[in-house]
């Protein structure tokens, strides 16, 4: 294999893991390693079939990552890399501020209908368990909690706990105090440092809680189970809606 091959081969994977597909990919591959060419010649080099040549052209087009040279017959160049990274990235950056758009309009209107399904009753979630796996799944039904918070918020974790909590949720926690949200922190001695931090919003307690977890009103808690060495992926969490289970937890560590 020669060395315009090899580089070849190491490049193509990472197109594809920038959004091209195969063919994309070949072809870009292709007009940036022969300069411009027509697409009769292009499907030749890049080993695409004829037929689809054009259609994989426009998309790349579109894209950012051809340009086309007028003239008889028409030629494609591929445009420098770092100019189709731009484009990519806006072409990105709209879509998902797209996606989000209408992500926000669906749960607006299915919010709406909720309400008159039986499963949503309060009743009906009054006991509910559920799994949570891997840091973000975790962190958004923290921020939940805390945002939806009404009296009550008790946090007990470690040092490197913490840690990761403030930078994640210190500023809700802030604002759950200053709506009139009683604010608790249960942490070990060696996390004296975050005092300063916490003092203002909270009222905190050392001592070395052997279970780490989130208390919303005395009427649910999210456990963290996984130690805290563990990946974010690695991460599991429990959340019990279930007003007996939040108070014994919280009578433990009193």
């Known amino acids: 294999m020669d060395e315009a091959m090899a580089t070849g081969s190491r490049i193509l994977p990472r197109l594809r893991q920038l959004g091209l597909n195969q063919y994309e990919a070949q ?77 926000e309009k669906l749960a607006e209107e299915i919010g709406g209908h909720m309400g008159s399904l039986s499963g ?8 509910s368990v559920w799994i949570l796996r891997g840091r973000n799944s975790i962190q958004s039904k923290a921020a939940n909690m805390i945002d939806s918070a009404r009296s009550k918020l008790i946090l007990a974790t470690t040092a490197a706990g913490i840690q990761r909590k403030l ?13 009139g949200v009683a604010v608790h922190v249960v942490l070990p001695k060696n996390a004296k440092a975050f005092m300063e931090k916490l003092q203002n919003y ?13 208390i919303k009103d005395g009427r649910e808690a999210l456990v963290f189970l996984t130690p805290d060495n563990a990946s974010a992926r690695d991460e599991v969490g429990l959340w019990v809606h279930n007003p007996a289970f939040a108070t014994t937890l919280e009578k433990l560590h009193r």
């Open 120 to 127: 949503t009753r309060a009743d009906a979630i009054e006991e």
């Open 167 to 179: 930078e994640a949720h210190g500023e809700s926690l802030a604002n759950a105090n200053k709506r």
């Open 27 to 103: 072809t870009y591959l292709a007009l940036a390693s022969s300069g411009a060419a027509s697409a009769g010649d292009l499907a030749e080099v890049a080993e695409i079939p004829r037929p689809r040549i054009y259609d994989v052209l426009a998309r790349l087009e579109k894209k950012g990552f051809v340009a086309l040279q007028p003239g008889r017959p028409v030629k494609y160049v591929a445009a420098p890399f770092t100019e189709a990274i731009q484009t990519l990235r806006k072409h990105k950056q709209s879509e998902f501020t797209l996606e989000l758009a209408q992500m």
């Open 202 to 214: 909270a009222t905190v307690k050392h001592a070395d809680p052997d279970t780490r977890f989130l």
